[in-house]
């Protein structure tokens, strides 16, 4: 049992290139979010799903993208990138609302 | 918007010493999580208060969530250096989406 499980680890892109940051959870979980966390911030929530087919936006979505098309997967795209995109995201997911939520172990990644 | 704010920023401690970090928010919420991120790790869920009221205690570790949910605390008694790391609190308004608003965070590093 794998949990939350996000690729890659580390990315370096050049300003105005684009990605896709994946993240894969195999417990069942409805619910799925992205966050990203910026020192003095804490964790932001870039995107999330209730569900197969159902995405909305949360605090920080602008320059972000996401989708989902099965319960187990949900990317995060960056359109393109900008040095203020340069952050560690999180995905998690939990079982329904109002539960413990499970994140990944991370993304670092630099916007030069 | 909801906006959650943990205080302290920072604390440093001695090993031995009592620590406690404090979580309000502008909103009356359903329940507050609690995490916990080691350095260069992801945010583990600690624990949930939903009541009114509520104290809940694990090990060295007491939680507790104000008569209004509109406030919390963690409070470590005795730190030990495996206490390092970075504490969050996580309001939840108990919409159906269950989305998270995180605290900036406390960093807490223990002195041996």
């Not at chain 1, 159902?54 to 099965?70: A, H, K, L």
């Not at chain 2, 329940?31 to 104290?55: A, D, M, T």
């Amino acid at each position: 049992n794998a949990g939350v499980t996000q690729t890659p680890k580390f990315q370096v892109l050049k300003t105005g290139q684009s990605m896709t940051l994946q993240c894969a959870q195999d417990m069942n979980h409805e619910y799925m979010s992205w966050y990203r966390q910026d020192p003095g911030m804490g964790l932001r929530l870039i995107h999330y799903s209730v569900g197969a087919g159902i995405t909305d936006q949360g605090e920080v979505p602008n320059g972000y993208n996401v989708s989902r098309s099965t319960t187990e997967d949900f990317p995060l795209r960056l359109l393109s990138a900008a040095p203020s995109q340069t952050s560690v995201y999180f995905c998690a997911s939990t079982y329904t609302a109002n539960t413990e939520a499970f994140f990944g172990q991370g993304t670092r990644l630099t916007v030069v | 918007g909801q906006q959650v704010m943990q205080i302290p920023q920072y604390q440093h401690v001695q090993e031995g010493e009592d620590f406690t970090t404090y979580c309000n928010s502008s909103t009356t919420l359903s329940n507050i999580q609690w995490y916990k991120q080691r350095p260069g790790g992801h945010p583990v869920f600690l624990i949930q208060l939903v009541k009114s009221g509520e104290v809940k205690k694990q090990k060295r570790l007491t939680f507790q969530f104000g008569e209004a949910k509109k406030n919390s605390s963690l409070h470590i008694t005795a730190t030990q250096t495996t206490d390092v790391g970075t504490y969050f609190c996580a309001g939840d308004r108990g919409t159906s989406y269950g989305k998270l608003t995180f605290g900036q965070g406390t960093i807490l590093t223990v002195h041996p």
